[in-house]
C-alpha cells in the first residue's frame, strides 16, 4: 500500500508530461528555462565569469530588440523611452540605479496614471528589455517606469529590492516632471518579477509608500523554505531545483531556506501582522507551478489581514504558460481579458481600504 502511494505521488509530481496541460495551450504547455538557470547559478564558475555570461545574454537581448518595433512600427509612434540614472535609496545611498521611462508621445491628459515595471528573468535577469514596457505603456495609455536592478549574479538581497526603492522613490519625488499622477501608480512584473514585487510591497508600506495595488503574473519564488507540495514538482519551466539554485545565489548559503529573511526577501515570511496594511494585491498563478502553494498560503495572510486581494490559478498551466503563449491563442486571450481587467480596475477604484489603517482610540477620542 505503502508502495503504491509513492509511485501515485511520482506520478503527480511530473509535471513535464504535456497530459498536464489545458488541451488548448498543449503545445505552447512550457518552455525550457533550465539550461540559463543552471549557467547563470554554476556555483563552480567564478562570479566574473557569471557575470560575464550574463553581459552577453543583455547584449544579445539589445540585439534582437529592433525586431519588436519593427513588428509593431505603432510602438514607435506611441511613445518614447528615456533612460535615467537616479541616486541610491537611503538604505544604499552610493549606488545609483538606471531607470528606463517610457512615455506616451500625445497626451489627452496633463498626468497619467504610472506603472512601476519590475522585469522578470528567474533572478539572474534584470533589464527591463525582458519587459512589454512600450506594449504596457501604449495599452493602457500610461507612464511605465521601469528600474534595471542587480540579480542574484550581481549581488546579494537587499540588492535588488534597493534598486527598486531608490527607483520608486526618485518617480514619486519627480512625478511633476514625468508627467505621472502619483495617486495612480500600479506596481507590476512577471515570474521573479513578480516575486520581487510582492517583497517590494512591505518595503514600500514599511516607507511610508501606498502604490494603487500589484498584478504579480506568475511569481517565481515567495517562499525559499521548500515546504510545500508545489515545490517538489518536476517542470523544466521552473521548479524546485531552480528554486534551490537562484534563491541559494540570491540569499547566500548561510541564509537561504533559514527563515532568518523577513518578507521584504520572501513574501511568504510574513505573519499577518506584517501583511496589515499593504495595497490591494492580485495574483495569476498556475496548476503546476512550483510556488503555487506558497503563494496560496501568502493570500490566506493576505485575507486575514483584510487586504484587498485576489488569487487566479490556471488549471492545465505551469509557469509562464499563458504569458509566453501565441497571443492568438484562446486561453492566452482569456488570461490577458482578466490581466487587463485588473489593470484598469486598480487604474479607476481606490481599494486601498484606509478605513482599517485608522486608529480606533483616534476615532473615538474623534467622535467625543
Known amino acids: ?47 566574473e565569469k557569471r557575470l560575464e555570461s550574463r553581459n552577453k545574454m543583455y547584449r544579445d537581448i539589445e540585439a534582437g530588440r529592433s ?48 506603472i512601476f515595471y519590475i522585469a522578470g528573468g528567474a ?11 512600450e506594449e504596457y505603456s501604449m495599452n493602457y495609455n500610461c507612464v511605465v517606469v521601469a528600474p534595471w536592478y542587480r540579480t542574484s549574479v550581481d549581488a546579494r538581497y537587499p540588492a535588488a529590492i ?5 527607483a520608486y522613490k526618485w518617480m514619486m519625488e519627480n512625478a511633476d516632471m514625468l508627467g505621472i499622477n502619483p495617486d495612480k501608480v500600479i506596481i507590476t512584473g512577471m515570474s521573479a518579477g513578480a516575486s520581487l514585487a510582492l517583497s517590494f510591497a512591505f518595503r514600500l ?5 501606498k502604490p494603487r495595488g500589484i498584478v504579480a503574473l506568475d511569481p517565481a519564488v515567495t517562499d525559499d523554505r521548500s515546504n510545500y507540495l508545489s515545490h517538489m514538482y518536476n517542470c523544466d519551466a521552473w521548479d524546485g531545483d531552480q528554486i534551490h539554485r537562484t534563491m541559494m545565489q540570491y540569499f547566500g548559503p548561510e541564509n537561504y531556506a533559514s527563515g532568518s529573511i523577513g518578507p521584504e526577501g520572501m513574501a511568504n515570511h510574513a505573519t499577518v501582522e506584517d501583511c496589515r496594511g499593504l495595497c ?36 492545465g498551466c505551469c509557469h509562464a504558460t499563458l504569458y509566453n503563449a501565441p497571443k492568438d491563442n484562446e486561453l492566452r486571450q482569456r488570461y490577458q ?20 489603517n485608522v486608529d480606533e482610540k483616534t476615532t473615538e477620542m474623534e467622535g467625543k
Open 162 to 166: 534597493n534598486d527598486f526603492h531608490a
Open 280 to 315: 490591494p494585491i492580485i495574483i495569476h498563478t498556475s496548476e503546476s507551478d512550483a510556488d503555487r502553494d506558497s503563494l496560496l498560503a501568502f493570500i490566506s495572510k493576505l485575507y486575514e489581514a483584510g487586504v484587498f486581494a485576489e488569487i487566479h490559478t490556471w488549471a
Open 123 to 133: 533572478f539572474v535577469l534584470g533589464t527591463p528589455w525582458l519587459g512589454p514596457i
Open 205 to 209: 508600506k514599511r516607507y511610508g509608500y
Open 67 to 114: 525586431a519588436l518595433f519593427e513588428d509593431s512600427p505603432e510602438l514607435n509612434e506611441h511613445g518614447e523611452t528615456t533612460t535615467y540614472t537616479v541616486t541610491g535609496c537611503p538604505e544604499e545611498p552610493e549606488t545609483e540605479v538606471k531607470v528606463d521611462v517610457r512615455v506616451p508621445k500625445v497626451r489627452k491628459r496633463k498626468k497619467l496614471p504610472c
Open 1 to 47: 500500500m505503502a508502495g503504491e502511494r509513492r509511485i501515485e505521488n511520482e506520478r503527480i509530481k511530473d509535471r513535464n508530461d504535456v497530459k498536464w496541460a489545458h488541451p488548448g495551450i498543449a503545445e505552447h504547455y512550457y518552455i525550457d528555462g533550465r539550461k540559463t538557470v543552471n549557467r547563470l547559478t554554476n556555483l563552480e564558475k567564478t562570479p
Open 337 to 356: 481579458q482578466l490581466v487587463d481587467g485588473n489593470f484598469k480596475d486598480f487604474f479607476q477604484y481606490d481599494m486601498r481600504r484606509a478605513w482599517l
